[in-house]
C-alpha cells in the first residue's frame, strides 16, 4: 500500500488558460452589453411613437371637429391684438389662411368662427356661444423650453408649440374680447404646420381676400417630432365643410 507524498505537487491553471477564460468572458460580455442596449434603443423608439401617435392624434380630432363646426360669421377687424398683428383681418372675411412658409419651414396661420369653444380652465372663464378660433406656430418660451429640452445636433429640428387663440364672435366691445381671450397650447414639438384651401377642384396654399367666400375643403398637414428621439412623423387629413354652409355664406355677401 503506498502512501501519497505530502510534498506531491498541486496543479493549478495555466496562463494561456487564464487568458482563454479572459477572452470568453469578454465576448460574453459584449454580447449582452448589446442585447440591452439593443432592447433599450427599441423601448424609447415605441415610446417616441407613441408620444407622437397621441400628439396627432389630439390635434387632428381637435381641429377637425371645429372645423366641421364652423358657422356662418365675420372675422374680427382687430384679430387677436398684438398676438396676429401678422395676419390681418381685410374687409369682410369669414375664413383666413395665411401661407408662411413651405415644407419644413411651414408655419402658416387658419382661423375662423365656431361653435365648438374650449372648455372652461380652471378658475378661468369660459367662452359660450360662437367662438373666433386661430391656430399658429409659436416659439416655447424659456420656461417651456426649461421643462422639455431638447439635445443639439444636426438631427435635431427647431421645434414649436401649437397653439390655439380664441375669442367670443360677434363682439362689438373690445373690453370683452380682451378679458375672454384664451391662448392654450395644443400640443410640442411640432416642427411644421400647414393648410391648404380646396377651391374649385383645385387646392390653394391660402384663403385671402375670398370675402365671404369658404372654400369647400381644408387640409391639414403637420410634423412631430419625438422628446427623446429625433424621429421626425408627418400627419395630413382633410376636412370638407358642408355644402349648405358654404352656400349660405356665399349668399350672405
Avoid at 6 to 20: A, M, N, Y
Avoid at 143 to 170: F, Y
Avoid at 215 to 221: C, G, K, L, Q, W
Amino acid at each position: 500500500m503506498m502512501i501519497p507524498s505530502v510534498h506531491s505537487e498541486e496543479r493549478g491553471f495555466t496562463l494561456i488558460e487564464l487568458l482563454l477564460v479572459s477572452v470568453l468572458l469578454a465576448i460574453l460580455s459584449a454580447i449582452l452589453y448589446g442585447t440591452i442596449t439593443a432592447i433599450l434603443s427599441s423601448r424609447a423608439m415605441v415610446t417616441t411613437e407613441r408620444e407622437i401617435s397621441r400628439t396627432a392624434q389630439h390635434v387632428l380630432e381637435r381641429m377637425s371637429k371645429e372645423l366641421i363646426s364652423r358657422v356662418v360669421s365675420p372675422l374680427s377687424s382687430g384679430g387677436f391684438g398684438d398676438e396676429s398683428s401678422d395676419a390681418p383681418v381685410r374687409g369682410r372675411t369669414y375664413l383666413l389662411g395665411v401661407n408662411r412658409g413651405s415644407g419644413n419651414d411651414a408655419s402658416d396661420i387658419l382661423r375662423f368662427v365656431s361653435s365648438q369653444g374650449s372648455p372652461a380652465q380652471v378658475g378661468g372663464n369660459e367662452n359660450y356661444g360662437l367662438v373666433e378660433v386661430e391656430y399658429r406656430l409659436r416659439e416655447p418660451d424659456a420656461q417651456e423650453s426649461a421643462r422639455t429640452p431638447l439635445p443639439e445636433g444636426p438631427e435635431w429640428q427647431k421645434v414649436n408649440n401649437l397653439i390655439r387663440l380664441e375669442q367670443p364672435a360677434e363682439v362689438s366691445s373690445t373690453n370683452v374680447q380682451e378679458k375672454r381671450r384664451f391662448r392654450t397650447t395644443v400640443a410640442q414639438n411640432i416642427t411644421s404646420l400647414n393648410f391648404r384651401y380646396l377651391k374649385d377642384g383645385s387646392w390653394q396654399n391660402s384663403w385671402e381676400g375670398q370675402g365671404a367666400r369658404i372654400p369647400e375643403a381644408v387640409e391639414i398637414t403637420f410634423s412631430v417630432q419625438g422628446v427623446s428621439e429625433p424621429s421626425v412623423r408627418h400627419f395630413r387629413t382633410a376636412v370638407a365643410l358642408s355644402k349648405a354652409r358654404r352656400t349660405s355664406s356665399i349668399n350672405s355677401q
